[in-house]
């Protein structure tokens, strides 16, 4: 997992006081931590196995794949007008 602030310790009174934790301004990007840093590490390695009813129908997804077809899906919504912080349900 990948934060965009280092780790820090812990200042709360609670009975794991020690352990490290994400500093409070520190934010977790989703989709670096679960596309991205596979994408950059890996780019062929499969990302996705789609197991459908009919074995011809089945299909592996690599990191290279899911990550073009994601940028597509994000510049239509950029041309949609949809900006940082908008709502969005698919």
Not at 12 to 27: D, F, K
Not at 57 to 76: G, P, Y
């Amino acid at each position: 997992m990948t934060l965009s602030l280092p780790l820090t310790r812990s200042t709360a009174p609670h009975p794991h006081a020690t352990e490290l934790t994400p500093s409070p301004e520190g934010t977790l990007n989703a989709a670096y931590n679960c596309l991205d840093r596979h994408f950059y590490a890996n780019p062929e390695k499969t990302a996705i196995i789609y197991e459908a009813d009919e074995s011809s129908e089945s299909r592996e997804i690599s990191f290279r794949e899911l990550m073009k077809e994601t940028c597509q899906i994000a510049n239509v919504l950029k041309s949609w007008g949809v900006k940082k912080g908008d709502a969005v349900s698919i």
